[in-house]
């Protein structure tokens, strides 16, 4: 009968996290993540055969998390302006409900590794990207406006003003304020309008 695995994906995933927040994505290594769980370092190796496939997963996974989210909240049967209001909403509660992966998702995949990602990890970002254009291009068409500007716009009240606001506080060390989602949604809502 085979041994209990000591040590999930998860467990040295979230290691990963941590120490790219305390450290930077520089500081997460292979034996750092090792170290960080108490893991011997084969059972790290095990699962990430190298120091990028970690970065690459550490990622992935963090964004798809906040995307599975991001994606929830804008599908629903009471239309699109409700819908966005959504969805600028959870990039805020998304990240005062995980500031440790929020401030990894700061520093952007390029900082991860991208450039050297294999092919599988590659394909999946792109996917992810891919759901984004197409969810804010649907909200776009819903919302009657088809113009490039109009594009931005939305992209602007859904993605970049709610980010902003996460950024700013969380590079500052700053706990997210209390109205924060709300101001999210409002910011939203008037530039939807």
């Known amino acids: 009968m085979p041994r209990p695995t000591r040590f999930t994906a ?26 960080e ?20 997963e550490v990622w992935l996974r963090t964004v798809e998390r906040f995307q599975d989210g991001y994606f929830a909240a804008l599908t629903g049967a009471d239309g699109p302006r409700p819908a ?20 990894l998702l700061l520093h952007g ?3 991860f590794g991208r450039a050297e ?21 649907s909200i776009t068409t819903a919302l009657g406006t088809t ?7 939305v992209s602007l009240a859904l993605i970049d003003l709610p980010l902003s606001l996460v950024r700013r506080h969380l590079r500052a060390g700053a706990p997210l304020p209390d109205h924060a989602e709300e101001l ?5 809502e008037a530039l939807l309008s």
């Open 10 to 35: 998860d467990q040295l995933l979230d290691a990963a996290v941590r120490l790219a927040v305390a450290h930077g994505p520089a500081g997460v290594t292979m034996s750092a993540v090792a170290k």
């Open 109 to 111: 995949p390029e900082v």
């Open 147 to 153: 113009t490039p500007r109009d594009t931005e716009r």
């Open 37 to 56: 769980t108490g893991a011997p370092s084969g059972s790290v190796y095990h699962r990430f055969p190298n120091r990028t496939a970690l970065l690459a």
């Open 84 to 103: 966005a209001r959504r969805a600028a909403r959870h990039v805020v509660a998304w990240s005062r409900a995980h500031p440790e992966e929020a401030a």
């Open 184 to 188: 999210a949604e409002q910011c939203a």
């Open 117 to 137: 990602w294999a092919e599988h990890h590659t394909h999946r970002a792109a996917l992810g990207t891919e759901r984004v254009h197409t969810a804010v291009a």
